[in-house]
Nanobody
Framework: QVQLVESGGGLVQPGGSLRLSCAAS????????MGWYRQAPGKERELVAA???????NYADSIKGRFTISRDNAKNTVYLQMNSLKPEDSAVYYC???????????WGQGTQVTVSS
């Protein structure tokens, strides 16, 4: 059984930081492209950051220079370091694992991030 479990969300003031974690079980993330998505109320889910199985990274323009995605294959975990948070970053953040060889993907249940004073 594959599980992706996100953690690290919460309430933070504008300008603050949070570090999200996504712990995978049932798969080896070394064979997966990993991504962080977010969905705010009334909006579509959007890609925030991605880290391929080959180590390449990609970021949405809205968070470039503020967020960093990293992966620890030994711990089977991917992270999203979020700095200089803004109210518009408030959303449910989801972790996704996409198998590098076929169109198979898995999603976590999401973690809420709220940026507010």
């Amino acid at each position: 059984q594959v599980q992706l479990v996100e953690s690290g969300g919460g309430l933070v003031q504008p300008g603050g930081s949070l570090r999200l974690s996504c712990a995978a079980s049932g798969i080896s993330i070394s064979n997966y492209h990993m991504g962080w998505y977010r969905q705010a109320p009334g909006k579509e889910r959007e890609l925030v950051a991605a880290a391929t199985a080959d180590g390449l990274t990609n970021y949405a323009d809205s968070i470039k220079g503020r967020f960093t995605i990293s992966r620890d294959n030994a711990k089977n975990t991917v992270y999203l370091q979020m700095n200089s948070l803004k109210p518009e970053d408030s959303a449910v953040y989801y972790c996704e694992a996409e198998y590098k060889w076929r169109a198979i993907d898995y999603w976590g249940q999401g973690t809420q991030v709220t940026v507010s004073s």
